[in-house]
């Protein structure tokens, strides 16, 4: 069995639908750790309901960011996971930290990367009159948000759309998207070498999510 432990700021949802594909198609692989830098992350308690392991590291302890991160290294490793994920986790992280988990870290942006790194990625995509938007699970490297991409859903922007209808539109194909890639990853389909995205599976990496809602 894969160990995954999850990184979480906020409500969660990713993580919820991860926890429920890895039980629902019966991985070989479970989220055995969700660690969160905000206690009152509302994602901890469904991850408590359903049993996991819990841990509470808030940053505002810590002097420096490199302090913190040394810190959530250690609690990380504790679980010995195979694979980190970053599911709206919203810290920056050091190279130091990056470096540790390199191959075997994920994170999802709710942007056609390399479009719209950062932060208000749906304002800007609306500003800027994309017709398409979406999400992006790549490996995290040290540049924010800039890692080899794994795999893409792609949503349509509708007229009338503002900042909160896209962004439930994307996070919909968030939670088909980022499921699939991390059961790619504790399958031993999904690997990085040499800086580049190795897939062994027959699943497509880049699709057109539904509306939704
Ligand atoms: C998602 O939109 C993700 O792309 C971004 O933060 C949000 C997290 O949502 N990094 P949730 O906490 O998984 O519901």
Redesign the pocket.
Known sequence: MKRIAVL??????????IVRASEAQDWPGRVVAVISNRAD???LQSAQARGIATEVLDHKGFADRAAFDTALARLIDQHAPDLVV?????RILTPEFVARYEGRML????SLLPSFTGLNTHRRAIEAGCKVAG?TVHFVSAELDHGPIVAQAVVPVLAGDDETTL?RR??AA?HVL?PRAVGWFVKGELALKDGRVTHLGHEPQGWLAGTGA
């Open positions: 979480i700021s906020g409500q969660g949802s990713n993580l919820d639908a992350a509302r994602g970053l599911a709206g986790f919203m994170n999802v942006h709710p999400a962004a994307v996070l968030e980022y």
